[in-house]
């Protein structure tokens, strides 16, 4: 099982719809965790951490259900803007372990 | 506040060649990463420096290597440059490990 797994997509919804993406993580100790948004040929950037007790910022709600390990993002009334890759981030406790990105959710709003 | 700066924008080399690239983190920021993302795939974590000393290497030959100098700035050197190596590099700083990285615009290495 892949340390942090995300569904590639690509998710094409209309303008207007709600959209939800999950991304499992395999070990428990994991400590935190991101949403973070890639352009084409961009650089990702920070969306928004995800607290133990959530976290929404206008459109976009964080999840995070440590006892199913995943973390979730709901985006609602999307927009044509929010087009683009999002990649989830999980960050493991102590050690010298490194912060882990998904492979991404691609995310398609179409008119 | 100055963001993650990245130099140069573009790249291009022959294969054979070196390459180095450079990177600023934030201000206050000690940890500096660097990820190789080819065309259509995911980010690949190459190095992560803290306070001087590599901390952790992906599965990359050590033809990549790197440095992170007094002033936490960065530069990631890939020798005996191969086709394969062309992608978008990119470099991101934070505050410590647990916390969120902040990304730079990257440096577009193309391999001839």
């Known amino acids: 099982r892949k340390e942090v797994e995300q569904d590639p997509g690509p998710f094409n919804v209309p303008e207007g719809a709600t959209v939800a993406f999950n991304c499992t993580y395999s070990?428990?100790?994991?400590?935190?965790f991101f949403w973070y948004r890639q352009d084409c040929r961009k650089e990702p950037k920070l969306l928004m951490s995800?607290?133990?007790s959530g976290n929404e910022d206008g459109r976009f709600t964080a999840q995070l259900n440590r006892a199913s390990q995943y973390i979730s993002l709901l985006i609602r009334d999307s927009k044509l803007s929010d087009s683009a890759t999002y990649l989830c981030?999980?960050?493991?406790?102590?050690?010298?372990?490194?912060?882990?990105f998904g492979r991404g959710t691609s995310l398609i709003v179409h008119p | 506040e100055a963001g993650v700066t990245q130099s140069p924008t573009h790249l291009i080399k022959t294969r054979g060649q070196q390459a180095t690239l450079r990177c600023s983190p934030i201000?206050?920021?000690?940890?500096v990463y660097w990820y190789q993302q080819a065309l259509g795939l995911g980010l690949q974590f190459l190095l992560w420096?803290?306070?001087?000393?590599?901390?952790n290497r992906g599965n990359f030959p050590p033809r990549f290597s790197g440095r992170q100098f007094p002033n936490y700035s960065s530069e990631l050197n890939v020798n005996a440059l191969e086709l394969e190596d062309s992608a978008l590099y990119l470099c991101?700083?934070?505050?410590?490990?647990?916390?969120?990285?902040?990304f730079g615009p990257g440096t577009r290495l193309t391999v001839t």
């Open positions: 070990n428990s100790a994991s400590q935190s």
């Open positions: 981030v999980v960050n493991l406790s102590g050690g010298s372990y490194i912060p882990t």
């Open positions: 420096y803290d306070e001087g000393e590599e901390r």
């Open positions: 995800v607290y133990s």
């Open positions: 201000s206050g920021h000690t940890s």
């Open positions: 991101a700083s934070s505050f410590d490990r647990i916390y969120e990285q902040y």
